[in-house]
Nanobody
Framework: QVELVESGGGLGQPGGSLRLSCSVS????????MGWHRQAPGKQREWVAS???????SYVNSVKGRFTISRGSAKNTVYLEMNNLKSAATAVYYC???????????WGPGTQVTVSS
């Protein structure tokens, strides 16, 4: 059974930093990519960043230069380093992974990030 567990959310200050982690277990297929999405109150879930098995990273324009996605050496962990936080970053952040087939797409339960002074 595939399980994704996010951690590291919480309260961050404007201009501050938070680091999210996502640990993945139970995977029996090759992970092609890992990523982060977020959903702010009253808004649709949006893609934030993703990283391929070859460690190619991509970001939504609004976080470029401030957020960094990376994978752990064991390849079953993905991180999202968030710097220079803005209030617009307040959202529930979801980790996801995918393989070769749509059947191999899994999501974590999410972790709340709140940016406030």
């Amino acid at each position: 059974q595939v399980e994704l567990v996010e951690s590291g959310g919480g309260l961050g200050q404007p201009g501050g930093s938070l680091r999210l982690s996502c640990s993945v277990s139970g995977v029996t297929f090759s992970i092609n990519g890992m990523g982060w999405h977020r959903q702010a109150p009253g808004k649709q879930r949006e893609w934030v960043a993703s990283i391929t098995s070859g460690r190619t990273a991509s970001y939504v324009n609004s976080v470029k230069g401030r957020f960094t996605i990376s994978r752990g050496s064991a390849k079953n962990t993905v991180y999202l380093e968030m710097n220079n936080l803005k209030s617009a970053a307040t959202a529930v952040y979801y980790c996801n992974i995918w393989g070769d087939s749509p059947a191999y797409a899994f999501w974590g339960p999410g972790t709340q990030v709140t940016v406030s002074s």
